[in-house]
């Protein structure tokens, strides 16, 4: 397919003097396509475009919003190998790997879908009017969530589309009634360019105004944080390195009107060993970490980054075969040059640090246009740890740090030092557990997914999933970016008193028109509401 480069607004694009171009990071070579810098007047003209879509967008129907998702993913599946190619030479992600995440992309509309469709989401609440109550009667509440309005979604890096121009934030935001403006990340612009074509013809296919769906280009510190403190804006979904996710954070709080930033940042992801574990299965759990470690070249944020074990003859084995492993394992491509050199540098700042040991590494990289990441693994003990916080800071790679202690009791006390994480694992036997204390205790106010016997990469897209935790792995962890709760990170509570039928949404009326799950008077029911004291 044959790629414009240009910026989308609605059903517009628009040209622009300043371009760029984008290379593989297979091999340097550039790629197809000159894509165009958008300004920050264009930004101002998304925004204005969506707020005018939002009057009506906002107020859409379940069915309609599920329809045009649903659409969404079968415009995807429509570009077929095209856009599965692109994104491999754009980004050096293997094929295989690019066509499972299409799949998770489309899961994810279509389970938003799901959920516009059946509309409980709304949380809708009902308290009817007790006028003979004594001493004083009782108004008419009726309380549900509603769409904030425009949001803007930051496409990452290392998730080219399940979070990028169509990923969960997108599918999340659209699905409550949110337009949706989009930073289309540069490590990808020629697959962001394709999928925003696809959104924009399911735009078009279900009668949608155009503002409902943007698509900009451009540097981050230009058009991205015009887009945050544009006054229209009024929420921002971002996965990203946490030096921009926080610049982000605070480029909203110090606006007039403060919006809220979900952003997904850093995380080492600790995985503790116990005892028994080790001496049951330290080469299952050796294999274990170095898939995990290395899925994805290291560049999954939940990629365990960190490990914890006390000192023994059976640690000391798992060692050793953790690197048996990693001396085989090849070097391979990075998602683009910048995070190629991050790493590099990061590799760099643990190794000054003298009592970190190298405990082996991984073969050399053969091309060194290819932007190869060489795996390491180091390793060092407690009072090191503490003292040293260069080896608290992510290494986005291929990397891990094993970490010895003396005691079980070392295990609580070292995870009572760790800043907020995505996840925290722990392998052991329920005697481990038993004795490890009130480590799970620890761990559950310092990550949003506790994880036993198990590794963390690869989080499943589904109702009960958690996909964030405590500052900085997230600038808010009451809520998640994967998963059926993602949707209420673009809605806000409206309680309706005393406000006449013919004016309540459809969601708050007594007969219960959509059938949906609601509170009445705090008990759960799809029942219509029936005035207090009546028999009907």
Not at 19 to 42: H, I, K, N, Q, Y
Not at 296 to 316: D, H, L, N, R, Y
Not at 361 to 367: A, C, D, I, K
Not at 464 to 488: E, I, K, N, W
Request: proline share 5%.
């Amino acid at each position: 397919m044959k790629l414009s480069g240009k910026n989308i607004i609605g059903t517009e694009v628009l040209r622009s003097e300043e371009s760029f171009v984008a290379t593989s990071p297979l091999d340097g070579t550039v790629l197809d396509g000159r894509f165009e810098m958008a300004g920050v007047a264009d930004v101002d003209t998304a925004i204005r475009l969506a707020l005018v879509a939002f009057e009506s967008f906002g107020k859409s129907s379940g069915t309609s919003r599920a329809d045009f998702l649903e659409r969404i993913a079968a415009e995807i599946e429509l570009l077929g190998d095209d856009l599965l190619q692109r994104a491999h030479l754009e980004t050096g992600l293997p094929l295989a790997r690019l066509t499972g995440e299409r799949g998770r992309t489309v899961t994810q509309l279509k389970m938003f879908a799901a959920l516009a469709r059946e509309g409980s989401w709304v949380d809708a609440r009902i308290d009817v009017a007790l006028p003979l109550r004594q001493p004083l009667p009782r108004c008419d509440l009726r309380r549900m969530l509603v769409p904030l309005g425009p949001v803007i979604v930051f496409g990452s890096s290392n998730f080219p589309l399940a979070f990028s121009v169509a990923g969960g934030d997108t599918a999340s935001a659209l699905a409550t009634g949110n337009p949706v403006l989009v930073k289309a990340h540069r490590g990808h612009p020629g697959t962001s360019e394709l999928v925003a074509l696809a959104v924009r013809r399911a735009v078009a296919a279900c009668g949608m105004h155009e503002g409902v769906f943007s698509m900009l280009h451009g540097a981050g510190n230009v058009i991205g944080q015009a887009m945050v403190v544009h006054p229209g804006s009024r929420a921002v979904g971002f996965t990203g390195s946490r030096t921009a996710g926080r610049a982000l954070y605070d480029a909203a709080c110090s606006r007039p009107e403060p919006i809220p930033v979900f952003a997904e940042m850093s995380s080492l992801n600790p995985v503790f060993l116990l005892s028994g574990a080790l001496s049951l299965r330290a080469t299952a759990i050796a294999e274990g970490l170095k898939t995990s470690m290395t899925l994805g070249v290291g560049q999954f944020c939940t990629k365990p980054g960190i490990v914890f074990a006390v000192e023994s003859p059976e640690f000391i084995r798992f060692r050793e075969i953790l690197a048996d492993l990693v001396v085989k394992t090849p070097a391979a491509t990075m998602l683009h040059s910048d995070i190629h050199q991050s790493y590099c540098d990061s590799l760099k700042r643990v190794a000054s640090v003298k009592e970190a040991l190298l405990l082996a590494s991984g073969q050399s990289q053969t091309n060194p246009a290819a932007n190869q990441a060489v795996v390491e693994v180091r390793a060092t003990d407690m009072k090191t740890f503490l003292s040293s916080k260069h080896l608290h800071d992510e290494v986005f790679g291929p990397f891990c740090l094993l970490v010895s202690v003396a005691t079980h009791e070392d295990l609580s006390h070292i995870a009572r030092t760790l800043e907020g994480q995505l996840t925290a694992s722990v392998h052991g036997t329920e005697n481990d557990l038993v004795e490890a204390g009130g480590l799970l205790d620890v761990l559950i106010h310092r990550a949003g997914r506790v994880i036993v016997n198990g590794f963390p990469t690869g989080v499943e897209v589904c109702h009960a999933m958690q996909h964030g935790g405590p500052y900085p792995a997230t600038t808010d962890s009451r809520f998640t970016s994967v998963g059926g709760a993602a949707l209420a990170r673009f809605v806000r509570p409206v309680c309706y008193q005393d406000v006449p039928s013919a004016q309540l949404p459809e969601a708050l009326l007594d007969n219960n028109p959509q059938g949906i799950m609601r509170s009445l008077d705090g008990v759960l029911s799809r029942d219509v509401v029936k005035p207090h004291g009546s028999s009907q």
